[in-house]
């Protein structure tokens, strides 16, 4: 629909010009490609002026050589982000076809739509202009210019893209007197040259493309080649960017989000009535945030920032990460815990230490445990100097229990936000057994090969809260639909016989899944032989395209811990000709081990697999593709019995 | 919301019409709010469940929706009960409406908390860009309402009134929608006069309503419907579209006064008749191209075949990258009137192309019109409802001798004799300037869309097979996939076959292509070969090795793992899959066992699959074939069932004896 629209929106043809620099950037010479490459960056160029005021206008400059027909609604199409604080001044795009008859297209044939995916009102908005004749051997080029006052002084270079570079260059124009620190991340360090009037530039030149889509790898911008920069005035709190500064900031920002009323106190003496410890009240008010606030993102302005008052977030019984956040806060202050925000971006490796700007999307609440609550079964805390020990709570995921915190965010950084200042803080890695799978079956098969089984699953920990998500994402009726989904995956055919599922709105207790179900024909005859694959259910997934390199880590979600335990019970007049040999793999990655018995005239299998890392550097693939081999191996592998009495 | 339209002859342009549509179907429309709410039963605030549907997220209570284009107001009235976390999410309300042209008053909206106790919204009312072009304003005003727990009822009302002097061109009752709608009350008032409109009549009808829901007019003129029990509409695959299943209710205004079916489709396909011959009436031009395309002496059907052929080389606009206005006009692409101009201008849309092939076949002496169908991807032809909307495109039809020849030249992709999947098994009407006609087109068998695979495998010592892989994607199989990469280049096209062949694979298989042939001639299948590896799968067991009969896995089959089904299992054409694959043998191989040949023939559904063994080879075959679409709800558990064994054919095993002296080499 949107397309008809622009269609019918652009202006009438009339002969154009194009800017010297898109003429110029379309006279070069491109390399040869691979033969799937859509397009090429020949030129993208970012200016950025900072005048005393802080006032910040941009100049967008990109030029692309189209090289296939894919690329034409990708980079045909130019879309531009504002908001209420910022302006467009201008916007312009051309296309430059081989017959040099340039088209040109501007602000009039802009349409302009709302950009809020996830909140339910946002003033985030975009102009999209559709570029004219976006097709293979013309290159087409934009510029606009964007004016605003930033809440946060830093700008982020993403030179890297999914396709090549051929050239970049990025500037920065500071007041005079103003300072900058640059970071460059994952990519070398390039030094700029400056003038002595405050300006700053950097050169890259052919910028090798970072495909996209490879299973298993980190965010995109955890592996792009990027360049961050934080500028200040002198002399002044941010002189230079920190952790801690940027923490200052936000500590300052939220100093009175967090004013209780009496209702919420009232609230609060409710929920705690009947505690009798620390824990409990801590226990009683997260499981009251979790069950009773929903999330609902209403952003405006700083608002992207700044959450709405505790009073607010209670009133409403909504709100979004921060919003949530700081209810939370508010309410634990009530009982005399203290509590912190915590800023994280929720694809890890995003934030790096050693570059302190606020790459961040989400807030979650760094609870400063009292000495008398017992941390034992409190996973997700670290020691920090200054703060003793702090427990990290995720106000929105409802699913991760009091003392976890969602696999997205363990092992990776988050600030600290504190009166004092920030502190950066690496999120613990939960250890395996934390996150628990305990897969049980008894499997009876008949002599003519069909299978009963009842089934038991019991999760805790990462494996829980995934699978909640996706079960009470379904309404009721079709979360059957989710276990027959899984049992397909192994199983040819069956029919699912029981299916229950225990706890399932209790996030602080083990999930419990029991069905059963038949599978005809699952074990096969051939000749006096009846084969069987022992590990019934179950895929331990991590496949490797053989077909392309692999050129990004591995990242797993979680570390942990999964264990198989079937009997299956054969039928009389069988004995076993051949079993699969035990399976044990212990490196730094992985530990797995499986074995198949016959005890009687059970076959039980066993298995453990651990995940024991969240990351495995390129280096370290090899090993972790053979890994993955021998545990793929080990679950095609059959036994075969033979039959001894008729 | 929705379509508000200026009586003072203001036309919305066709975008912003189409818009508007859309938001027409997207929308609820709407009755008076005040600050009345209904009386709440006791026993809705004690519900549980869904009690008709058990295991709901959340289900519409009540639902009132009042339109009266006369006082230019519409209203609207909800109540949701609340049954889970996840149906919390009815909480957070958006009602789009046209910016300038109507808006959002008087917004109520409250919580019932399962104690009874009541939380009145009190929040703000956002006004959310969606889109802005050229004119269109598309807003949105959103809010959520406060305290929303599982177990309450939430309910909320607004008015939108439109701007005076409109009305209503189209409107429409969304009966059924993602909820279950246990009680639900629709209220319309039309213009008294619908002369002072730019239209002379009005009238309405409804689509898939229980056969106990009629809407009833009034003495004044308005309609009332009341609904209970509507059921939420269901998600599923190989379903017929939503809008061919969901309960509505359309009224509109037309120029046409009220007429018999017959009587409207006999006076449109007059018109569409008269319309057509005036395009190809340019004798001079079609006979000077006729005769460079066919010789005299060609036998009739060699000459639609030349015609067929002349017609698809024209340049066909309608296939094309869209394109931007400014494009259009650069190229000075112009509107043709008539078959001259396509023949000069040397392109055309789908329109012109159909149109341009009956002229030339009108000029070699056949018999030919068009038939106008509903392409049932889309939308359904109910000749009683008297819209000429649903009969979006045209078939050519020829007569050769005795037969019908229905064809679609205007469609690149599709050879002669083969017309797209969704423009067959349909219902029309044949444009003629005696009087339309309501016909039938006859649907494809499975014979017209195949997936012919020709494998030839050797297997090694260590177990792992090796060797190539041709599949060719006959009649609407080729046809679908020249459809959807039509604009892609030779590297994203081997690209996609690629993808799909290795999703039929073992996950562990490598296909590299190595022939991409026949994409340009559409009478041919396109045809893909390549090489085939597939690693051992570690079944080498004492002296044995077990493989599969086959190694293509079955997508549709994967499709239908659910017990339960609410929808029609349909397929969008009959269709055919064959398998012929040999693996030769290392020496000292032979096969010990051979599963028995499963052969199912259940319908419209047969399959094969079997295994012979030839010197040092095995020979597999495997036929699957679907003769039919649509497979009514009732025989969901035999479908299942068979598309199961389908599944169990497919993985048995053979198993091969490795000789003693072959284990130790």
């Given at each position: 629909m949107f397309a008809i629209a622009l269609a019918g929106i652009t202006a009438a043809a009339r002969s154009h010009s194009a800017p010297p620099w898109l003429t110029t950037a379309a006279h070069q010479q491109i390399p040869s490609y691979p033969s799937d490459t859509m397009a090429v960056v020949l030129f993208e160029q970012q200016q950025i002026s900072v005048d005393a005021n802080g006032h910040v206008e941009t100049l967008h400059r990109v030029a692309y050589k189209i090289?296939?027909?894919?690329?034409h609604d990708t980079y045909g199409t130019l879309i531009v982000p504002f908001d209420s604080e910022t302006k467009i001044k201008s916007i312009n795009a051309w296309s430059i076809p081989p017959s040099g008859d340039i088209y040109e297209v501007g602000a009039k044939e802009a349409m302009e739509t709302g950009i809020s995916p996830d909140a339910l009102y946002s003033d985030d908005r975009q102009k999209i202009i559709s570029i004219p004749a976006a097709d293979p051997g013309n290159v087409i080029g934009y510029e606009y210019v964007q004016e605003e006052r930033p809440y946060i002084r830093e700008e982020e270079w993403r030179f890297q893209q999914t396709i090549p570079v051929l050239k970049a260059s990025f500037s920065l124009q500071l007041a005079s007197g103003w300072k900058m620190d640059s970071y460059w991340v994952n990519y070398p360090e390039s030094k700029p040259q400056m003038s002595d009037r405050g300006n700053y530039q950097w050169d890259l030149a052919n910028i090798p493309a970072l495909p996209h889509g490879q299973d298993f790898m980190p965010a995109f911008d955890a592996v792009r080649g990027r360049l961050a920069i934080e500028y200040y005035q002198p002399v002044s709190a941010d002189d230079p960017v920190t952790w801690q500064s940027l923490g200052s900031w936000y500590a300052d920002l939220t100093k009175t989000s967090r004013q209780t009323t009496p209702e919420i106190q009232q609230e609060v003496a409710q929920l705690t009535a009947n505690a009798h410890t620390t824990f409990d009240k801590i226990t009683a008010i997260t499981n009251f945030v979790h069950s009773q606030i929903r999330y609902v993102a209403i952003e405006i302005g700083i608002g992207g920032f700044q959450p709405h008052s505790a009073d607010v977030v209670f009133k409403n019984r909504y709100g979004d990460c921060k919003d949530m956040t700081t209810l939370l806060s508010a309410m634990l202050e009530q009982i005399g815990v203290k509590s912190y925000y915590v800023l994280i971006d929720a694809d890890r490796g995003v934030v790096m230490p050693n570059v302190p700007t606020l790459h961040v999307d989400h807030a979650i609440l760094a609870i400063q445990l009292p000495a008398d609550v017992p941390h034992g079964n409190l996973y997700a805390t670290v020691d920090d100097p200054k703060l003793g020990k702090l427990l990290f709570f995720d106000s929105?995921?409802?699913?991760?229990?009091?003392g976890y915190i969602p696999a997205s965010l363990q092992d990776n950084y988050g600030l600290v936000v504190t009166a004092a200042g920030g502190e950066l803080v690496k999120l613990p890695l939960l250890p395996p057994t934390t996150n628990r799978l305990m897969r049980t079956a008894q499997f009876t098969l008949s002599p003519s090969g069909d299978l009963s089984a009842e089934t038991q699953e019991v999760r805790w920990g990462a494996p829980a809260e995934d699978l909640r998500w996706t079960l009470l994402s379904a309404a009721p009726k079709d979360r059957v639909k989710i276990i027959e989904s899984f049992l397909s995956t192994f199983l040819t055919n069956f029919q699912l016989t029981k299916a229950q599922l225990g706890n399932l709105n209790v996030s602080d207790k083990n999930l419990i899944e029991v069905y059963d179900f038949v599978a005809p024909n699952y074990a096969k005859q051939a000749g006096d032989l009846l084969i069987i694959r022992p590990c019934v259910l179950g895929e331990k997934e991590l496949t490797f395209d053989s077909e392309k390199p692999r050129e990004y880590p591995v990242e797993f979600s979680a570390s942990t811990l999964d264990t198989d335990q079937f009997s299956i019970t054969l039928p009389p007049g069988f004995a076993p000709e051949q079993l699969p040999a035990p399976v044990n793999i212990s490196d730094a990655f992985v530990n797995y081990s499986s074995e198949t018995r016959l005890v009687g005239n059970v076959l039980q299998y066993k298995r453990s697999y651990e995940v024991k890392t969240s990351f495995v550097a390129v280096k370290d693939l090899g090993q972790l593709k053979r890994d993955f081999q021998a545990i793929s191996d080990d679950e095609r592998s059959l036994a075969v019995l033979h039959r001894v009495s008729p | 919301m929705g379509c508000a339209m200026a009586s003072s002859q203001r036309v919305l342009s066709a975008v912003l019409l189409c818009f508007a549509i859309c938001l027409l179907m997207l929308l609820p429309p709407a009755t008076r709010a005040g600050d009345e709410w209904l009386p709440i039963n006791p026993a809705d605030l004690a519900l549980k469940d869904n009690p008709a549907s058990p295991g709901s997220n959340a289900m519409i209570l009540y639902r009132e929706e009042s339109v009266d284009d006369s006082r230019h107001s519409q209203s609207e009235y909800f109540r949701i009960k609340i049954f889970t976390d996840a149906g919390k999410k009815s909480a957070d309300v958006e009602i789009p409406y046209s910016k300038g042209m109507e808006s959002v008053t008087a917004v109520r909206a409250r919580t019932i908390l399962p104690s009874g106790s009541i939380v009145d919204f009190s929040g703000k009312i956002y006004d959310k860009v969606v889109v802005k072009a050229g004119g269109l304003k598309i807003y949105e005003k959103t809010f959520s309402l406060p305290d929303v727990q599982p177990g309450c009822i939430i309910e909320y009302k607004y008015q939108e009134p439109f701007d005076p002097g409109s009305y209503f061109a189209v409107m429409q009752w969304d009966v059924q929608q993602d909820l279950y709608l246990r009680d639900g009350k629709f209220t319309f008032v039309p213009l008294a006069d619908p002369q002072q409109t730019e239209y002379q009549y009005f009238a309405w009808r409804t689509l898939f309503l229980p056969p106990a829901a009629h809407p009833e007019r009034q003495t004044n003129g308005s309609f009332i419907l009341s609904v209970h029990d509507i059921p939420a509409l269901a998600d599923e695959p190989y379903s017929v579209p939503r809008d061919m299943l969901r309960s509505r209710v359309e009224f509109y205004y037309t120029q046409q006064s009220k007429e018999s079916p017959d009587q409207f489709w006999k006076r449109t396909g007059k018109d569409w008749g008269k319309k057509l011959d005036s395009f190809v009436n340019k004798k001079g031009a079609l006979e000077t191209d006729l005769a460079a395309t066919v010789h005299p002496n060609d036998s009739p059907e060699t000459k639609l075949r030349e015609i067929y052929l002349r017609v698809q080389k024209i340049r066909n606009l309608s296939f094309e990258t869209s394109k931007t206005a400014e494009e259009n006009k650069r190229e000075k692409i112009a509107v043709n009137s008539n078959v001259q101009d396509v023949l000069r201008h040397g392109y055309g849309t789908w329109q012109d192309m159909n149109a341009l092939y009956v002229g030339l076949a009108r000029a070699a002496g056949f018999d030919a019109t068009l038939i106008y169908v509903a392409p049932r991807d889309r939308t359904l032809f109910l000749p009683n409802y008297e819209d000429p909307g649903e009969l979006q495109v045209n078939v050519v039809d020829v007569k050769l001798g005795p037969q019908d020849v229905y064809l679609d030249p205007g469609s690149p992709q599709y050879p002669y004799g083969l017309v797209p999947w969704y423009e067959n098994a349909v219902r029309g009407v044949r444009a003629s300037k005696d009087g339309g006609e309501i016909v039938a087109i006859p649907g494809d068998d499975d014979s017209r869309a195949q997936i012919l695979r020709h494998t030839n495998l050797h297997l090694t010592p260590a177990g792992s097979l090796a060797g190539t892989l041709t599949v060719d994607f006959v009649g609407q199989d080729g046809a679908v996939w020249r459809s959807s990469d039509r604009n892609d280049d030779e590297t994203g096209r081997r690209k996609d076959l690629h993808d799909e062949i290795k999703s039929w694979l073992p996950s562990n298989a490598t296909f590299t292509i190595t022939k991409f042939s026949d994409w340009d001639d559409n009478s041919k299948p396109i045809h893909v070969e390549g090489t085939l590896t597939i690693p051992s799968d570690n079944t080498r067991i004492l002296g044995r090795i077990i493989l599969p009969l086959s190694f293509i896995q079955s997508q549709i089959a994967r499709s239908f793992t659910s017990a339960q089904r609410v929808n029609d299992v349909y397929f969008h054409y009959p269709y055919q899959e064959e398998d012929d694959t040999s693996i030769e043998l290392p020496t000292g191989y032979k096969v010990e066992t051979f599963p028995k040949v499963t052969t199912l023939s259940k319908g419209a559904i047969q399959y094969s699959i079997g295994a012979s063994e030839q010197a040092n080879a095995v020979h597999l075959t495997r036929k699957f074939v679907v003769n039919g679409m649509d497979f009514p709800v009732k025989y969901y558990p035999t479908v299942r069932a068979i598309f199961d064994m389908v599944k169990t054919g497919d993985a048995d095993d053979m198993v091969l004896e490795v000789s003693t002296t072959a284990q130790h080499n």
């Open positions: 090289l296939r027909p894919e690329a929105t995921d409802s699913h991760c229990p009091l | -």
